[in-house]
C-alpha cells in the first residue's frame, strides 16, 4: 500500500512538473486555459512580418493571441468622403473618408487610388470610432505591374516561355536582354529570341495602382470611418478674368473663372474642392500639421451664384470653396465659374512712362469694392479685355496679369499700346552744378491723331533727393520718388510738356 502511495505522489509530482513547463514555454496557454488544439492553425507556408507569422489568405489568424494578428483588409472609397484642397504652387491636399473592415489586432491594409505624386511622408491616419488604432508601419508601393517589370522580378526563378515557332519551354529565367535566357530541368541553357508568349506563376507581388500598405493595429474588430490625408504635388490653379467693355469704355462686365489642373495620377470623385490663393511657405521634406476640424477665421466675403465659390479668410491667405462636388480627373484641367459682376465701372488711361515703354500705353482701372459691384479678394490670374464692334462681334483687345488683389484695392492692366497717340521725351539740358547736385532739364512731345482731344497721363521716376524747379505744366507728386503730368492733347495736334529737376546723392 505504502509502495502504491509513493508511485502516486511520484505520478502527480510529474504532472505539476510538466504543467509548469508548458507554462513557462507557452505563456498562452497558461492565460488561456480554454485554448485548446481546436483553434484555427496559422498556415505555416506563409511569412513572418516584425516577427508574426502570416500566410497569403485574405484573414490569417495566427495561434497565438500575444503577438497580436494579422489581416488583411481594403480601403474602400466611400460617397462624399473626399476633399481636395489646391494650393497655387503645385500642391494639394487630399483628405479622405473610407469605411475600414478591421480585426482585433494587427490588420494589412491595402490603401490603393492614391495620387501618384504623393508625399508619403505626409500621411496622416484617424480612426473616427477609436483613438487606440494606429497604423504601425507604413510602405508606399509604386513598383507598378509591366511585362518588363514582371521579367526582373522573375530572375532566377522558374517561368514558361513560347516561342513564335509554337515550342514551350519552362526553366529558369536567367536573362531577358533582348530575349530569354533560360536554364532547364536537365541543366541545359537555351537562348530564345523570338518570344511570343511568357507565363509566370503568379504576379510577384507587383500592383496595378500606387498602393499605401499598411499595418493596422486594431483594439476591437468591426467596420470603421478612416480618415486619411496627404499632400500630393502634380495639382494647380489659376484664375483668369474676361472683361467685356463697354461702347463709352466706362463699364464692363467680369467674369472669372479659376482653371484646376490635375496631374497628380488620380481621380477625385464628387469631391469638395477648396483653393487656396496666396504663397505658402514650403521646405525640401514638408512636414505639414493640418487637422479635419481646424477652426478658421471666417469673415464676411463675396458669395458669388448658387454652385459657385464662397470665400473666407485662412491663416493670412484666402479660401475658396466650392459649394457643389466636382469630379477631379487624372490629366484634365476643369473650369469653374468663380464671380460674375455686370456693368462694373472702369476707367480708361494713356499712360506715357518712359520707364516702362517707348509708346503710349493704354490702361484700363477698376477699384475692386462692394460698391462697385465687386469686393471679393481676387486671386493673382490673367486678365483679358474684350470689346464689341460695329457689328456686335466681340474683339480681343489684350491682356494683363494681375497679382493677389485684396477687395477695397485698385486693379491697373495695360491693355495694349495706342495707335493713334505718341510721345517723344528729349534730355534738353544736362549740369553738375556740384559734386552731389546735377540739373537736367527733359521736354516730352505728346501728338494726338485722332478727331478728338485726348487726355494723356505723363509720368517719370526720380531717385535721390529731387525738386522740379521749372515746369510748362502743373504735375503731382504721386509717391516719393514718382511725379505725374495730366495733360489734355488737342485733336489732330501736340502739346510739349518741358520742365528742369535738381537731383542730390
Not at 97 to 104: G, H, M, T, V
Request: with cysteine.
Amino acid at each position: 500500500m505504502k509502495m502504491k502511495k509513493s508511485y502516486l505522489w511520484l505520478i502527480l509530482a510529474s504532472s505539476l512538473i510538466l504543467t509548469a513547463s508548458a507554462a513557462f514555454v507557452y505563456p498562452d496557454f497558461a492565460l488561456h486555459p480554454d485554448f485548446t488544439g481546436n483553434a484555427a492553425q496559422a498556415d505555416r507556408s506563409g511569412t513572418v512580418i516584425n516577427g508574426i507569422e502570416s500566410s497569403s489568405s485574405v484573414v490569417t489568424r495566427v495561434q497565438h493571441p500575444n503577438p497580436l494578428e494579422i489581416f488583411k483588409a481594403g480601403a474602400a472609397a466611400t460617397d462624399s468622403g473626399t476633399e481636395v484642397t489646391v494650393y497655387n504652387n503645385n500642391l494639394a491636399l487630399v483628405k479622405e473618408k473610407r469605411k475600414l473592415e478591421l480585426a482585433s489586432g494587427v490588420n494589412r491594409v491595402e490603401y490603393t487610388d492614391v495620387a501618384a505624386c504623393i508625399d508619403p511622408t505626409s500621411v496622416m491616419f484617424e480612426d473616427t470610432k477609436n483613438k487606440d488604432t494606429a497604423v504601425l508601419e507604413q510602405n508606399y508601393e509604386y513598383d507598378l505591374v509591366s511585362g518588363q517589370k514582371l521579367l526582373e522580378k522573375f530572375l532566377d526563378k522558374e517561368i514558361t516561355v513560347t516561342e513564335k515557332e509554337g515550342g514551350t519551354y519552362t526553366g529558369t529565367l536567367l536573362s531577358h536582354d533582348g530575349g530569354a535566357v533560360l536554364r532547364l530541368s536537365d541543366g541545359k541553357v537555351i537562348t530564345i529570341s523570338d518570344v511570343s508568349k511568357v507565363e509566370f506563376p503568379d504576379s510577384a507581388d507587383l500592383l496595378t495602382k500606387p498602393t499605401l500598405v499598411w499595418q493596422v493595429y486594431s483594439p476591437a474588430a468591426g467596420k470603421r470611418d478612416v480618415l486619411t490625408s496627404y499632400l500630393t504635388g502634380g495639382m494647380s490653379w489659376k484664375a483668369d478674368y474676361i472683361v467685356k467693355a463697354s461702347a463709352d469704355d466706362k463699364k464692363a462686365d467680369i467674369q472669372g473663372w479659376v482653371s484646376v489642373d490635375n496631374a497628380a495620377g488620380t481621380t477625385y470623385e464628387d469631391a469638395r474642392l477648396k483653393l487656396v490663393a496666396g504663397e505658402v511657405h514650403r521646405v525640401a521634406a514638408p512636414r505639414p500639421e493640418y487637422a479635419y476640424d481646424t477652426a478658421t477665421e471666417k469673415a464676411e466675403g463675396y458669395s458669388g451664384g448658387k454652385g459657385g465659390f464662397v470665400e473666407e479668410s485662412l491663416f493670412e491667405y484666402h479660401l475658396y470653396s466650392l459649394e457643389r462636388p466636382a469630379t477631379l480627373k487624372n490629366n484634365q484641367v476643369k473650369q469653374l465659374s468663380l464671380l460674375s459682376a455686370d456693368s462694373v465701372p472702369v476707367e480708361k488711361e494713356l499712360v506715357f512712362d518712359v520707364s516702362k515703354s517707348n509708346d503710349v500705353q493704354v490702361a484700363l482701372s477698376l477699384n475692386n469694392s462692394k460698391e462697385k459691384g465687386l469686393g471679393m479678394p481676387l486671386p493673382a490670374g490673367v486678365l483679358r479685355v474684350y470689346k464689341a464692334d460695329s457689328q456686335g462681334q466681340l474683339q480681343f483687345l489684350g491682356e494683363d496679369r494681375i497679382e493677389h488683389t485684396p477687395k477695397d484695392e485698385e486693379v491697373k492692366v495695360i491693355v495694349g499700346n495706342a495707335f493713334d497717340v505718341t510721345g517723344t521725351r528729349t534730355q534738353t539740358s544736362y549740369n553738375k552744378v556740384s559734386s552731389d547736385v546735377w540739373r537736367e532739364s527733359y521736354e516730352t512731345e505728346i501728338k494726338n491723331h485722332k478727331s478728338q482731344p485726348q487726355k494723356v497721363k505723363i509720368v517719370e521716376h526720380f531717385y535721390g533727393d529731387w525738386e522740379i524747379t521749372t515746369s510748362s505744366d502743373p504735375y503731382k507728386k504721386k509717391e516719393a520718388f514718382i511725379a505725374e503730368w495730366e495733360i489734355t492733347v488737342p485733336a489732330d495736334s501736340s502739346k510739349k510738356v518741358s520742365y528742369t529737376v535738381e537731383r542730390r546723392y
